[in-house]
């Protein structure tokens, strides 16, 4: 009886596995591929499911990462399900997958894989593992930790960290998408956890420290022959990055645009040509988008045919197709069940990605369920597409609860399927097993055209350290025929820590740009003890490739400033300057030698008539004012002081961004050491600002420009002025101008002029007013004092300004805001949240709660036209239910995000600012405060940065919000309809 239920078991699972591989097959008949090209299934269940990304080993095995978690937990049954590494085996060499073994299993949320010395790096939120099979049974039986800290938000359903990729630097590189954590290295806990916020992740697999650089892409990562970096986002299928963040480290005084740039033509708006049926919930979205009835733009009344989904963004390159291919860019579109192609082509110093296919995609599907989320470059030479084939691939999160209802979230969620895209006539190698190769055969596999053996054989020569390659490397670095090869060849030789100066110096005077371009990169770390590529650099500033001038522009900040390169500088600025990557470049360079090169330019007066020049002056000029460097400010000033009088607006504008940027301290030693040279220009500008700012008939902007001039006299000389422009019969913009220019006075007198005109402010200026007397210390103090003797109201401090006062650096002041707001002790939190479960019964009515918003929430928060957007965007607030909005209300602190946790910056004039971290990069911090207003600082600038560990929003709101007005609030909230205004 027992063998009999084995038997019927079995037949039972072989059933299974034939309807699955008929039903994977079928799905072949619903592709419509380019021309020429077949597409051929490689996998499918039930050898696999759920699949979102995979690694082909050096032999030729398949890892594919398994994420059955995704939308599980809007399931109305869910599943405790856990991800897995899947081990995929061709064991007749066919080019399909017939065996499988769960290789790694018990994962939380996996999102990428990537093979090393024999085992895995695996991601799986909130590490990254290493994970290795040392009994050789096909499981892996170690699993160590050796980063941690990577995060996943709140109900997202997308991977975090994602798409590892071997790099030509002999590192690993990941998109970090929405991880914004402090991430720590494992294996060397002195080191200090780092912020990897809108940053690409990099890491060494020898010493397993890890680096950050450029970033800014949701999922997707791809790296073309020549290292080009390439990012996606949901609505951005192609973004470049178009430099190298730490680049920007060295120059702690530069602020920068992001790295990360749309490039496909049509950006969000591309036409997409989607042959499959439109679901009933998609139509049914955009219809209630349309009536103004659900969140989110209705996309010109259409439901499909533009991007919303793409991922995984890819660089063809292979060998197994025409050459017309390679390097063509890859796009996955799995809400229109298709893969778009674009073309790069040259535009300034980067790219522009064209439609390829005109009037259709590459590869598209009448099947809905068809989801490629990924793809991969094989050995074989073609293109692998990962189909986590779902029925529903959007986050649950992003559908009306109403169609939510009504939709399987996990719908397919034991499919998946891998196929690849080959040519009409590609017959099936014999594919090599690099993991048996000698160094040698590793090394002559540098000139192979299948990008994957390249970056396979890299790897390994990285991994052995086998020093016997030098010679063979050299030669090829030297000779090889495939530019690629050659510059490949010298990237081994750098991480065998064997790549010396005649490669180098052959390599920068190479016939193929890009090969100049990795020289010079792999030149800064050398340049400064070797004179032979220190001359070799200051001599290509007429390289006649603008890709090679514009690396040539970061990699002179390696060398010290000396007149030479400076020159250099001055050179490549007229030559290239107007383009702003190329200025960005250059600034990069110019912590040191601003001022002697802003010299170099301001003798050439066509230069400095020229728009772009006189601009780039200007930049120059703030650069030199922020470093305080006296003889590099000397030589600025110098230069301004022999203009002509026809240039005067120029030389003020430089003036004054000179002065701007330096700390107030050496700004005033400055103004005293030159009062008589600059007495009559700044006694000029000072008499005009006068007359502008108080001049009603003027433009508002130059109005505006005038109050922020002002701030260049002594208060006492321009205090009449303020007390004017602070009058009520003064249009906002200009009192609020006023009040930021003040802010950056030090004078007492300012918090007495404030307080004096308290009575006389609006509401929405009062709560400007606080930002400003709290930035500083004495004016804190002085507005306390107010407060104190009733001249201010209490009521007049936002909840939210008490509690981050509460927190104060001066813990004196934070004393007296503590008793001042005593009264204000707070009940339990969960006894709060409990005694409100009435408002969720009761009917509320919405124009009241409307009016509940305006006078209780609207201070952070912004809808339908009214209040400042500063807290978290309330247009997905009803998506939570009314319990889930309560609670928020009620106890904001119980799950902080990140992104909403208050914090305080101290700076180094004295300055204090509060609020949450809008943004930030590797050389500032923006710093959104409860005003509205956004302040971006350099972090050379900031003396202490802390967090509250608290929400920006307070606790305590059932003070002003009883258990009626509450249930106002919530069917106002509950009523919100797509199209409102939420943000600024």
């Known amino acids: 009886m027992r063998s009999f239920c084995l038997s019927l078991l079995t037949g039972l699972m072989l059933l299974q596995n034939a309807v699955a591989d008929e039903r994977a097959t079928d799905a072949l008949s619903s592709f419509q591929v380019k021309p020429g090209f077949r597409v051929e299934l490689v996998a499918s269940e039930p050898l696999l499911r759920d699949p979102v990304a995979l690694a082909f080993d050096e032999n030729g095995r398949l890892f594919v990462v398994e994420y059955p978690e995704y939308n599980q937990q809007f399931a109305k049954d869910k599943q405790p399900v856990k991800g897995s590494i899947r081990m995929l085996e061709d064991t007749d060499g066919d080019g399909q997958y017939d065996k499988s073994t769960v290789y790694v299993s018990d994962l939380a949320a996996p999102s990428a894989v990537a093979c090393y010395d024999g085992g895995l790096f695996v991601a799986a939120a909130p590490d990254l593992l290493f994970c290795k099979d040392t009994n050789g049974d096909g499981k892996a039986d170690t699993r160590e930790v050796v980063f941690t800290g990577l995060r996943r938000l709140e109900n997202r359903t997308d991977p975090s960290l994602n798409t590892l990729l071997w790099g030509l630097d002999n590192r690993f590189h990941a998109c970090t998408s929405y991880s914004g954590a402090e991430v720590r290295a494992v294996k060397h806990p002195d080191e200090r956890p780092r912020s990897i916020g809108n940053r690409g992740f990099l890491f060494d697999p020898r010493t397993l420290r890890f680096d950050l650089t450029s970033g800014g892409g949701q999922h997707g990562l791809a790296i073309d022959d020549w290292g080009q970096e390439f990012l996606c986002n949901n609505s951005s299928p192609v973004k470049m990055l178009m430099y190298d963040d730490r680049y920007l480290a060295r120059n702690p005084y530069l602020k920068a645009p992001a790295p990360a740039v749309e490039i496909t033509e049509g950006g969000k708006h591309t036409q997409l040509f989607r042959i499959s049926p439109e679901e009933y919930w998609r139509q049914e979205r955009t219809r209630l988008r349309n009536e103004g009835k659900f969140r989110g733009s209705n996309e010109g009344g259409k439901s499909s045919g533009f991007f919303t989904a793409a991922t995984g963004v890819t660089i063809y390159r292979g060998d197994a197709w025409p050459a017309e291919y390679r390097g063509s860019v890859f796009v996955g579109e799995p809400a229109n069940n298709l893969v778009f192609r674009g073309k790069l082509e040259p535009k ?166 890009q090969v100049r371009v990795h020289a010079l990169r792999l030149a800064e770390a050398r340049v400064k003890t070797s004179t032979a590529l220190r001359d070799r650099l200051l001599a290509m500033g007429d390289d006649p490739s603008l890709r090679v001038r514009y690396q040539l522009a970061f990699s002179l900040g390696e060398l010290v400033s000396s007149p030479e390169r400076n020159q250099v500088f001055a050179e490549l600025t007229v030559r290239d300057g107007s383009d702003q990557w190329m200025e960005l470049a250059l600034l990069s360079s110019l912590a040191k030698g601003a ?375 919530l069917s106002y909230l509950m009523s919100l309809q797509a199209g409102q205004e939420t943000s600024r």
Request: proline share 4%.
């Open 595 to 969: 001022g002697s090169v802003f010299e170099a330019l301001a003798r050439q007066k066509d230069y400095r008539q020229w728009k772009q020049g006189a601009r780039f002056l200007i930049a120059l000029a703030r650069q030199t004012g922020a470093a305080g460097q006296q003889q590099e400010t000397e030589a600025v000033l110098k230069s301004l002081l022999a203009w002509s009088d026809t240039e005067r607006q120029q030389q003020e504008a430089a003036l004054l961004a000179l002065l701007a940027a330096q700390p107030e301290k050496t700004r005033r030693a400055f103004l005293t050491s030159h009062q008589q040279t600059l007495k009559p220009i700044l006694g000029r500008i000072l008499e005009e600002s006068r007359a502008e700012a108080l001049n009603t008939k003027l433009p508002l902007k130059q109005r505006l420009t005038a109050i922020e001039r002002l701030g260049f006299a002594p208060f006492r000389e321009v205090q009449e002025v303020f007390s004017e422009l602070l009058e009520p019969q003064q249009v906002n913009p200009v009192q609020v101008s006023a009040m930021l220019t003040l802010s950056d006075f030090q004078d007492e007198q300012i918090a007495k002029l404030l307080i004096s005109r308290w009575a006389k402010m609006t509401p929405a200026l009062r709560t400007k007013a606080a930002e400003v007397l709290l930035s500083r210390a004495a004016w804190s103090g002085a507005l306390i004092d107010a407060i104190e003797a009733g001249t201010i109201g209490r009521g007049d401090l936002s909840p939210a300004r008490v509690e981050l006062l509460k927190q104060h650096p001066d813990k004196t002041l934070a004393s007296r805001v503590s008793k001042l707001y005593a009264d204000r002790a707070l009940a339990r939190r969960d006894e709060v949240v409990q005694q409100y479960q009435e408002s969720l019964k009761r009917n509320g009515a919405v124009p009241q709660g409307k009016a509940v918003f305006k006078k209780v929430c609207s201070a952070c928060h912004r809808l339908e036209g009214v209040g400042t957007a500063v807290g978290a965007d309330l247009k997905a607030i009803r998506d939570r239910g009314k319990a889930g909005v309560l609670l928020h209300i009620l106890d904001p602190n119980r799950e902080v995000k990140p992104q909403y946790m208050s914090y305080t910056l101290v700076l180094e004039s004295g300055q204090v600012l509060s609020g949450m971290i809008a943004n930030e990069s590797v050389n500032s911090i923006t710093v959104r405060k409860p005003d509205g207003t956004e302040t971006t600082v350099l972090r050379i600038n900031i003396e202490e940065i802390r967090s509250s560990g608290l929400s920006f929003m307070p606790e305590g709101l059932e003070k002003q919000i009883d258990k009626a007005a509450m249930a106002d609030l």
């Open 348 to 513: 300034g110093v980067g790219l522009v990605a064209k439609r390829a296919d005109a009037g259709r995609e590459f590869l598209a599907s009448t099947d809905t369920s068809f989801r490629p989320v990924q793809f991969a470059n094989g050995p074989d030479g073609n293109l692998y597409v990962i189909d986590m084939n779902r029925d529903l691939i959007e986050g649950a999160m992003f559908l009306p609860p109403e169609l939510l209802k009504k939709v399987n979230v996990t719908g397919g969620d034991r499919r998946g399927r891998i196929y690849r895209i080959v040519r009409d006539d590609f017959q099936q190698p014999k594919l090599p097993r690099l993991g048996e190769a000698t160094t040698a055969e590793l090394v002559k596999l540098l000139a192979h055209r299948n990008g994957w053996h390249r970056d396979t054989a890299a790897r390994l020569l990285y991994e052995r350290q086998d020093r016997s390659a030098v010679p063979a490397l050299k030669r090829l670095a030297a000779e090889a025929e495939y530019p690629v090869t050659r510059m490949t060849a010298l990237h081994v030789l750098d991480g065998l820590d064997a790549l010396d100066e005649a490669s180098l110096l052959r390599a920068l005077k190479d016939n193929e740009p």
